[in-house]
């Protein structure tokens, strides 16, 4: 695909927004994820058809139309749902906490753990092991050769946006309970999305599964031993995977 | 008629001269200038300030001391710079004769410059420590409170009257949290009670996971300076850890705000706070302001609705006094530090350094016709930025910080 896209902490707000409408009707987390998946899918497809298709390859373009995107969804959001911050219910069954061998962790928190680990496999075996998923490969190798062969790359791509869009958007709704809808939180989000990808590396699925448990062990470690640094020991291994390998730790491109 | 460059001189010299004498006579509106945020996470708030101020100048026919009132509202999205360019925007373009705002200490801090350049007249909303300390701004005077002015007071109230011995503080890593957290450490420590332990987390840390893990139980009381919803997500998640019934939450002016306390659950019930404003407060202005207010908007006023609110009738007052004559600066800004008028948050005087000395409430959050709000459970009156210490000693010690007092009790 190739799409420098900004608009994912954007889509994720959006999720979690649309996920509290649809809880006002029907009080059900797992609905509302599934909601709000299908809708930002579908939001992420107009975006892809419309707009970045015709930025194939302007990396600044893509940059700029995006974040101008996302800038577009966040006053939207606050026109439609306000600047207040609003809370999404745990799940009933998960709002007690689990004690563990003298810890307490709340069990919500575990099951957003467990949902991480499945959409992972599934994702890895969507890439690796089904036909589709070699289409995807192919695609992104070499489009016109995939071209050639019979692979209908361009829907192939909006597919796949879309699938993204809605991992965003569902995601936005499964993080509600713990950090609910607010305006900036689709700022907040941003950017650990982004230091997982270029930590782990672009276009590879194992380095943003690598990305992301190492940048959750290092900022939580991090701000637990020295609090004053929280960003610096956040951004710092990003900073050096950048300057010493481009392509991440996994990746197929530079970043 | 060729230009030439001795007309351009004629002509401009002739403007800058006609903009140099003030306009004496009394003649037009008075334009009033909001410096606010509509736009971005600041949002909630600065819309509850617009709101609250055209309350105030419709109740009055949009009539003060007599004369015409034009409102003119600027958005800055609660970017600093942004704030300047809009404030000189409002006084070249617009002509303001006062401003009221801007919402957040960052913007004030950043427009400091520009607002003694230009000799504008503010009633300030952000609580930035030291425009009002060791080095006032003439021009500004505010109405609301410095950041630690509400925190000190809560101090004094959990040492004293809660009897807590050890707490923890944790506040948002800017000015505005290190300043408040600066002041409850010194006036809890002075009574007494020792401050363990200290988390600064992050301004726009999404999740308090770590730090909720972190939080030591063998302790009375956890302070919360935080402000907009970062107060409302950290007790969400401080509930879903379990530590509920371990540790007591206090909190600071903004922690518990009416704005989020309206989207909150029974885990706030009975949380103590601090603050110049509650909507529960029992005075005839409030009645009618908070009334009136939750009437039009189905929803109390806050913190940042009081805060126009109250300068408003600062206003008010002031140009009573001085006839309406807004454009002489220096009788207006003599005017201001010398009245005393009731407001929605109850009396309100100045200092010489054109803080406001006022009353601050003790709070405790409770269930009323079915919502929760801050009831009022005891009331610190006339306290001054400077609590129960002496101005000159105040000022000679460094501005309120993360460094400032130094914490001694602090365990690891």
Known sequence: ?255 | MPFTRRRFMQATGAAAAAAAVPVRAQAGPIRLGLMTVKTGPLASGGIDMERALTQYLNERNNTLAGRKVELIVADSGGVPAQTRTKIQEMVERNHIHLMIGPLDTASALAADDYIRQAQLLTLSVAAAEDMTQRKPNPWFTRGTSTSSQSAMPLADYAAKTLGYKRVAVIADDIAYGHEMCAGFMRVFEDAGGKVVQRMFPPLTVPDYGTYLAQLKTNIDAVFLGFAGSNGFRYLRQFNEYGLMGKVKPIGGMTALDEAVLRNMGDEALGIVTSCWYSAEIDNPVNQKFASAFRAQRKYDPGFYAAATYTEAAVLEATLNRIKGAIEDKPAFMKAVRGIKVDTCRGPVRFDEYGNVIGNVYIRKVARKEGRLVNSVIHTYPNVSQFWMYKPEEFLENPVYSRDWPPAKNLES
Request: charged share 10%.
């Open chain 1, 1 to 255: 695909m190739r799409i420098a896209n900004l608009t994912h902490g954007a889509l994720f707000m959006l999720g979690a927004y649309i996920g509290v409408s649809v809880m006002r009707y029907i009080p059900n987390l797992w609905v509302a994820a599934l909601v709000a998946g299908l809708a930002v899918a579908a939001f992420g497809g107009l975006l892809e058809r419309l707009i970045l298709r015709k930025l194939g390859g302007n990396v600044f373009g893509q940059v700029l139309v995006t974040l101008g995107v996302s800038f577009i969804i966040a006053d939207a959001c606050l026109l439609g749902w306000g600047g207040d911050p609003i809370p999404i219910q745990t799940p009933a069954i998960l709002q007690a906490p689990v004690r563990m061998a003298g810890f307490v962790f709340p069990a919500y928190r575990l099951a957003v753990v467990v949902i991480a680990v499945v959409v992972a496999i599934l994702l890895y075996l969507l890439m690796e092991r089904t036909r589709l998923g070699a289409m995807i490969r192919a695609g992104v190798d070499d489009p016109q050769m995939a071209s050639a062969v019979g692979i209908p790359v361009s829907r192939l791509f909006t597919t796949v946006f879309c699938l993204g869009a809605a991992l965003a958007g569902a995601g936005g709704v499964i993080g509600g309970p713990i950090m609910s809808a607010y305006p900036g939180l689709d700022a907040d989000m941003l950017p650990l999305a982004l230091i997982v990808v270029i930590l782990g590396g672009v276009g590879s699925l194992l380095g943003a599964f690598a990305g992301a448990f190492i940048t959750g062990f290092v900022y939580t470690f991090g701000v637990a031993l020295l609090p004053d640094l929280a960003y610096v020991i956040l951004f710092l291994p990003m900073i050096l995977v950048i300057a010493f390998r481009p392509r991440g730790l996994f990746g197929k491109f530079a970043a």
